[in-house]
Every structure is written in C-alpha cells, then in structure tokens.
Nanobody, 125 residues
Framework: QVQLVESGGGLVQAGGSLILSCAAS????????MGWFRQAPGKEREFVAA????????IYGDAVKGRFTISRDNAKSAVYLHMNTLKPEDTAVYYC??????????????????WGQGTQVTVSS
C-alpha cells in the first residue's frame, strides 16, 4: 500500500511550463511503477506518462510526447512531471498513480491500483 499526494498545479499561459510533483508515503516507493493520468471535465481519463521502477524506461501518451517528461527520485519517494509548451487542451486534473504490475510499461489505467487526489492544471490561451 502507498499513499500519493500531488502538488504543483496552477494557472499558466499557453506556451508556458509547469512541474508537477507527487509525494509517496512509506518505504516501498521503489517497488512501484509510477504514472500520470489526466481528466478534463466531461472527458475520459487519459494516460499521460509512466516510468519504470529504476526510472530507466518511460512511455508517453501521444498528446504529450515531446513536450512532457516524467522522472522519479526514489531517495525522495517522489515522481515528477515536467510539462513544457503547454496548450489549452492540456487543461485537466492531473493524477499521480502507482502500479505493482510487472508487465511491460503500457498506457492502461487498470495497471495502476493506487491514486492520488489530483491537482488542477489550467492553461489559458
């Protein structure tokens, strides 16, 4: 079991950057694959990014590939999402998630059993 708390959301202008953080509780953080998802009002939850336990492998959703970077610091029990060249369509609640899965990294929410409460990101045009 792991508890997750996101932070760093806010209001930014299109073209700007923002860094989201996710702090995990406990001493088992390195045992989890980590990911970010987002959900806009009236939309389905969308995969954003995922990272392997050591941090060597990453995958991204098509909408954010080349603009967002996921990273982790196992010593700090934290995962980050660096968001660049933000667009209005990036506006959503962003959720941190943890997975105990040992499959190849894949962009499916069912692989993630633990979720944070979310942080709002709003991008103005």
């Amino acid at each position: 079991q792991v508890q997750l708390v996101e932070s760093g959301g806010g209001l930014v202008q299109a073209g700007g950057s923002l860094i989201l953080s996710c702090a995990a509780s406990g001493r088992t953080f390195s045992g989890y694959r980590m990911g970010w998802f987002r959900q806009a009002p009236g939309k389905e939850r969308e995969f954003v990014a995922a990272i392997s336990r050591p941090g060597g492998d990453t995958i991204y959703g098509d909408a954010v590939k080349g603009r967002f970077t996921i990273s982790r610091d196992n010593a700090k029990s934290a995962v980050y999402l660096h968001m660049n060249t933000l667009k209005p369509e990036d506006t959503a609640v962003y959720y941190c998630a943890a997975s105990a899965s040992w499959t190849v990294l894949r962009p499916v929410s069912d692989d993630f059993g633990y979720w944070g409460q979310g942080t709002q990101v709003t991008v103005s045009s």
